[in-house]
Structure formats: C-alpha cells, structure tokens
C-alpha cells in the first residue's frame, strides 16, 4: 500500500506543476507512447517470469478458476446496471474502467492513450478506490459476506496490496486463491480494456 | 493500440522462456514500478494543464467513487449468489 502511496503523491504532483507552469511541458514532444509499450512489455516479462501461477494451478486443481470468473462477470455485471443510471460515461467506457480490476496505474495509461485524460482520471481514481475500499473493508467483508469475498472485491490488488490483509482476515487457506485470482486479472486487464474501448 | 497486446504477449513469452534467469522476476517488477511512476506523473501534468478536469474534480472524484462502489458490490453480489446456488 506505501507504493501506492507514492504513485498517488507523483500524480498529484504531475497535476500541481502542470497547473502552476502549463508553459514548461508544452513541447510537443510525446515520448509517452514509448513509455508505455515499456511498461507493457516489462510487465509481461514479470508475469512471464512468475512462478506461482503455474504452481497453484497445478497443487489446487480447475476449481481455483471460479473465483476469477466471479470478479470478472460481477465487475462488468456492476457496470451494466451502473449504466442504467444517468451517468456521463458510455457503457462501453464503463465496462473500460471497470475492467482496471484495481489495478490503476496499467488501466489508466492504456485509457489515457486511446481515450484521453478525462477517462484515464476516472480509471485511475475509481481503482485506487477500489483498492483502498477493498483494503479497509476486508474485515467487515469476511465477517458478513464469508472469506473469498474481500478477493473478488480486491479484484488485480488480492495478490499484491491487499493480500496481507486477506491472509489475516480470512485465514492462510485464502492466500493462494488470493494470489491467483491477482494473476489471472493482472494478465487480463490489457485484454479488456483494449477490448472494450474497441466496441 | 492492438501494439499494446502484441508487446504485452512478446513480454509474457519471453519472460516465460527465460523465467530461470535469476532475480528477473524481481528486477522487471522494479523496472515496472519506476515505469509507472513516470508515467503516472507524466499524466498529472497533462491532466493539470486540462482545465476542464481541473474544474469539475469534485465531480470526476465522485463518479469515480460510484463507479468503484458498483464495481465492488458486482462482484461481492455474484459471490454470495454463486455460493447460494451452490449449497442447494
């Protein structure tokens, strides 16, 4: 969570300097793009380089997958009705956002590429939320919804940020479920959002 | 933007095939985060010379956190549906 932290805070500082000395960084120069497909590729590289997916996989058995196909279809199924409300974002937009799964610095920089800032703010906003809510709640969560729950609602963050306080919550028996719904959503993610905002 | 996936494949294979390389897995975690962080403040200067997001933040900040919300009770909902559906 202290590396979230620090991300936010390097936001918030991008914001406060580009808002005082708008006419520093107004070059033309657009060397994001290439920072991105970086970030791409060594991510990919990370998750490549895991060991742990495969292992679950292979000591817990098929049934693990569940829990990852409930965060995903329960996350979108949210949206669609979120989309019933008079709401200033498309469906697709939506399904866009929400399928960040938590996981906001890799969402919102694709979105900011295809979309703009305006959608890839929401994105970063709404999943760092969706961490910190998921994070704060876990107790209460496991206590009237039953232990996966804090892991659907982590959604990416339950193998990362939020995992210490699954383990502690809902017991040692939830931290592989945990740590492979984190995965299966990590790899996802790039899937979906492109996906969606390609509708 | 289907580059995007096409570097994201080629990164997951290629870490894949070379996963017994010692501290790779560490070390492209780290190159990542570093990454992010760029990027991350890459996006506020663009986002605090946008006046329009600066003026409607309260709002952005909201719909921000309804859509978090939805997103958290979607999944929650369906998992106590699914172990209902399940018990019977």
Redesign the interface.
Known sequence: MKGSFVLLFMFCLGVFVGHKFPDFFQTGYDSGALILFLLMFFVGVHLGSSREFLDILRNTGFKIVEIPIITISGTLAGMLILSLFPVDFSLKELLAVGSGFGYYSLSSMIISRISGEMLAVVALLSNILREIISIILTPLLVKYFGSASPIVSAGATSMDTALPVIARFAGSDYVFPAVFNGIVLTLLVPFLVVFFLNL | ?????L?????????????S?RN??LF??R???L????????????????N???DNLVM??L??????????????????I??KLRKK
Not at chain 2, 1 to 5: C, H, S
């Open positions: 933007m289907f580059l995007i996936i570097i994201f494949l080629a990164g997951i294979g290629l870490g894949y095939l070379s996963r390389i790779l897995n492209s975690g190159i990542s985060f990454l992010v962080f760029l990027l991350l403040f890459s996006l506020g200067l663009s986002v605090g010379m946008n329009i997001i600066i952005i900040g719909q921000s956190l309804t859509i978090a919300i939805f997103a958290i009770s979607g999944s929650v909902i369906l998992l106590l699914f172990s």
